[in-house]
Each structure stands twice: as structure tokens, then as C-alpha cells.
């Protein structure tokens, strides 16, 4: 039995990774950092390497547990593990918020003009002003000085410990609801109230993004720890998946950001 028909087709790559690090501290006993990982990539390293595994231990931290985007580090059994092996830095800065509007994705875009992937980039916070990112700590020194202006204001950041953390602000309400199936358009049906027309449509028209990236699927199924994204209504998330109904139905908990 491939241990690939368990997941997407589309995610073996990663799969592949994930195995290849697993093999690697196995053999050589060296811990593995990786980068950034979302939601739906640590559930899959969890899933590969889960906690009856007797050689190895895999944690993750992300600056806090409220964060979204976290490091993930698998290691021999024996090794221990602490805070500052994830090697993040938070690093900080001020704008005039009075006078320009920053968004997330302003940052994100300023951030990834550096020429620097996503996976070096954690969480991102932006609060009264202030603009707070966690990034590797690799990377840290390069964006300090190099990551000067965003949208029309000109920053500059500097590092800060990592106590000085904004902690996230956001509030996810979670529900519990009932599906024919999981493909999208059921599940962003009944998550957002719409028609099953409308959320077909929205998928046709890319509206729709499942662990950040655009599907345009109808029939994609939505499994356990994916992120959702509407354009114009917010982000969601599959929390777990409880069963089916003695009618077939599936049972799911959903959650969606205020």
C-alpha cells in the first residue's frame, strides 16, 4: 500500500521531503530545522513521523502558541530540545499610521521584493502602528537592513526579544456543521451561508484559496487542518472531522475568523 494515496497529488513533493528528513536523522542522528511550515504541512510531518514513533520527536514553535506559521524540528528521541534551537527572531518597526495604511499584504509583498522565499517568514502582526515579524533567524540581519520601506512609509526594523511579542489578536468561532461531502463548494456553502451556485462560482472565478493557494475545483476535498481563504468574506478553517450521520452526511467542525 503507497503511502501516498493518503493525501493530495499534488502535495508528494513535500511528502517526499518529509520522508527524506525523517530518513536522514535516523541515519545520521543529526536534528533536522525546517522552515516555516502552515497549518496543513505540519499535520502531514505529524502524520509521517506521529508521536508513537519511537526514535524519533518532532515539536514546533512559531514565537507563540498562537502562531500560525511555525518551525518545525525532529530529532532523535534522546535530544533535547529547547526554545532556542528554532532559531526565530522577532524583529520590529514603526510607521505613521495616520498618514498610510499598511496591510498584511503589503508586508508580505515588501518582504518577499528582498527576494526572500515565504518559508523564511513566520507570523506577521500589525497593531496600533507597529509592524512585528518572525522570521529565521538566518535571515534576520539581511532583512533589518535591507527591508527599508513599505507601501509609501519608510521603516526601519530592529530586533527585539521575542517577550516583546504582539501576541495575535485574532478570534476564530468555531461551529459545527453537516455536508454531503467534503468537496469545496459543500464546505465553503455551509461555512459562509451561501448557495452551492455561488460558491461554484467563486471557485470558478479563483476567488478561493485552500492552504494559500488558489483552487478552482469544485470537487477538491477539503480534509482536516486546511486553511480557507474567500476573497471578500475571510478565512476559514477544517478543525476535524467527526464522522458520518446514520444518512451518510459528514459531520465536520469548522472554525472562521471574525
Do not use: C
Amino acid at each position: 500500500m503507497s503511502i501516498y494515496q493518503h493525501f493530495r497529488e499534488e502535495e508528494r513533493p513535500f511528502i517526499d521531503q518529509v520522508l527524506s528528513w525523517k530518513e536522514n536523522v535516523e541515519r545520521t542522528y543529526q536534528p533536522k530545522l525546517t522552515d516555516f511550515l502552515d497549518p496543513r504541512q505540519r499535520r502531514i510531518v505529524n502524520i509521517l513521523i506521529p508521536d508513537t514513533n519511537d526514535e524519533l520527536k518532532v515539536l514546533d514553535n512559531g514565537g507563540g502558541e498562537d502562531t500560525e506559521r511555525r518551525r518545525m524540528f525532529i530529532a532523535p528521541f534522546y535530544e533535547p530540545i529547547d526554545e532556542t534551537d528554532f532559531q526565530l527572531t522577532l524583529i520590529e518597526t514603526v510607521f505613521p499610521e495616520k498618514f498610510v495604511s499598511i496591510s498584511h499584504k503589503d508586508v508580505l509583498g515588501a518582504f518577499l521584493s528582498l527576494g526572500i522565499v515565504r518559508e523564511k517568514l513566520g507570523d506577521i502582526v500589525i497593531k496600533d502602528g507597529t509592524i512585528q515579524l518572525v522570521v529565521a533567524h538566518e535571515i534576520a540581519l539581511y532583512v533589518v537592513m535591507n527591508l527599508t520601506q513599505i507601501k509609501r512609509a519608510t521603516v526601519r526594523f530592529s530586533e527585539q526579544p521575542m517577550s516583546k511579542r504582539i501576541p495575535n489578536q485574532e478570534q476564530w468561532f468555531q461551529s459545527t456543521q453537516t455536508v454531503t461531502s467534503l468537496r469545496l463548494d459543500n464546505v465553503i456553502k455551509e461555512i459562509y451561508n451561501i448557495s452551492r451556485k455561488d460558491a461554484r462560482q467563486a471557485i470558478s472565478k479563483q476567488l478561493v484559496k485552500v492552504n494559500f493557494k488558489i483552487v478552482d475545483d469544485a470537487k477538491f476535498i477539503v480534509e482536516e487542518g486546511d486553511l480557507i481563504s474567500f476573497r471578500g468574506k475571510g478565512r476559514s478553517k477544517l478543525v476535524d472531522i467527526l464522522g458520518e450521520t446514520r444518512k451518510g452526511k459528514t459531520r465536520m467542525i469548522t472554525a472562521k475568523l471574525k
